[in-house]
């Protein structure tokens, strides 16, 4: 089994900064996709950025040149970083990873449990 742990949501005013972190443990061979994605209320989940197997990053146009999404495999962490936050950020983030348990295996999708970011005069 394999969880995903995020951290680093809380509130924040707009303009301001926030780093959010995702703990990947348990039986990981590779993180092969991870990725944050985000649900504000009455919307649907929405993918913000992600990193795929060869490093290529991607992320969504509203958080483009303000959201930057790093990794670590060898300590199974990614982050996101977000600057410029606006109203409109508000909402749950949910780190996901496309993790290998072992080599040759087909990648089996995971999710964290979700940290609020609020961001609010």
């Known amino acids: 089994q394999v969880q995903l742990v995020e951290s680093g949501g809380g509130l924040v005013q707009p303009g301001g900064s926030l780093r959010l972190s995702c703990a990947a443990s348990g039986n990981i061979f590779d993180l092969v996709i991870m990725a944050w994605y985000r649900q504000a209320p009455g919307k649907q989940r929405e993918l913000v950025a992600r990193i795929l197997y060869d490093g290529t990053t991607n992320y969504a146009d509203s958080v483009k040149g303000r959201f930057t999404i790093s990794g670590d495999k060898a300590k199974n962490m990614f982050w996101l970083h977000a600057n410029n936050l606006k109203p409109d950020d508000t909402a749950i983030y949910y780190c996901?990873?496309?993790?290998?348990?072992?080599?040759?295996?087909?990648?089996?999708?995971?999710w964290g449990h979700g940290t609020q970011v609020t961001v609010s005069s």
């Open positions: 996901n990873a496309e993790v290998q348990t072992a080599r040759g295996l087909v990648p089996v999708d995971y």
